[in-house]
C-alpha cells in the first residue's frame, strides 16, 4: 500500500485544516489507517486512527476533543480536520495504515504497516 498525504501549509491560528491521504495498491487489505504528527524537536505522537471498514475512530490525548477522522473508502482516502488550528498543532503530520492480517488500530507506531511521507502544517499569525 502506498500513501500519499497532503493539505498542509501555513495557515493562522483559529483557522480549519482538513488534510487527506490517498491510498493506492492493495488498499483493500487495510485495517486501519492512522494519523501521527511530529513537532520540532519532539518525538511523533499518536493523534488518531479509523477502522476502515467500520469507520470507528480512537482518539489519543492530542486529537480527543479537537480533530476530526474519517475516510472515503470508494476514493481510498481519509482525512484528519480540526475546526480551529493552534500553535501547538504545527507539525509535520503522517498518515499510516496497518494490514487486515494484525488488525491493529492503536496509538503504537509499530503497529502500522505503511507510512505517507507527511505534510507539514504551519501555524503563524
Known amino acids: 500500500v502506498q500513501l500519499q498525504a497532503s493539505g498542509g501549509g501555513l495557515a493562522r491560528p483559529g483557522e480549519p485544516l482538513r488534510l487527506s491521504c490517498v491510498a493506492s495498491?492493495?488498499?483493500?487489505?487495510?485495517?486501519?489507517m492512522s494519523w501521527f504528527r511530529q513537532a520540532p524537536g519532539k518525538e511523533r505522537e499518536f493523534v488518531g486512527a479509523?477502522?476502515?471498514?467500520?469507520?470507528?475512530?480512537y482518539f489519543g490525548g492530542s486529537g480527543k476533543g479537537r480533530f476530526t477522522i474519517s475516510r472515503d473508502k470508494a476514493k481510498n482516502t481519509g482525512f484528519l480536520q480540526t475546526d480551529a488550528l493552534k500553535y501547538e498543532d504545527a507539525a509535520i503530520y503522517y498518515c499510516?495504515?496497518?494490514?487486515?492480517?494484525?488488525?491493529?488500530?492503536?496509538?503504537?507506531?509499530?503497529?502500522?504497516?505503511?507510512w505517507g511521507q507527511g505534510t507539514q502544517v504551519t501555524v503563524s499569525s
Open positions: 479509523l477502522t476502515w471498514d467500520g469507520g470507528r475512530p
Open positions: 499510516a495504515v496497518s494490514d487486515k492480517s494484525r488488525g491493529r488500530a492503536t496509538d503504537l507506531e509499530e503497529d502500522y504497516d505503511y
Open positions: 495498491g492493495r488498499t483493500s487489505t487495510i485495517y486501519a
